[in-house]
């Protein structure tokens, strides 16, 4: 399985932003796709969450601004991020975790700048 994520760049502060993480293979059983993020000196954190049942959580910075959703027929997660802030300037990395084959994979970043 490969993560590929897109959708990074450059945005003032309240502005939007869309990711993308399309996973390619095929992937049985419950799964979760994930975003974290690395702030430059930051260790990385877990910004949301979505299995393949539905459930989603959020760290709390990010709750009532990001939206996380997921195409399971393209096996593609989305996260839609608004109202962002300068301190949502990361590294944003896709993730994929399938219990099941007690592994996790990782997609390449993508740079999210926010300017104040």
């Known amino acids: 399985v490969q993560l590929q994520a897109s959708g990074g760049g450059l945005v003032q502060s309240g502005g939007s932003l869309r990711l993308s993480c399309a996973a390619s293979g095929s992937i049985i059983g419950f799964n979760i796709m994930g975003w974290y993020r690395q702030a430059p000196g930051k260790q990385r954190e877990l910004v949301a969450t979505i299995s393949n049942y539905g459930s989603i959580s959020y760290v709390d910075s990010v709750k009532g601004r990001f939206t996380i959703s997921r195409d399971s027929a393209k096996n593609t997660a989305y996260l839609e991020m608004s109202r962002l802030k300068p301190e949502d300037t990361a590294v944003y990395y896709c993730?994929?975790?399938?219990?099941?084959?007690?592994?996790?994979?990782w997609g390449q970043g993508t740079q999210v700048t926010v300017s104040s």
């Open positions: 993730n994929l975790r399938v219990p099941g084959w007690d592994s996790t994979y």
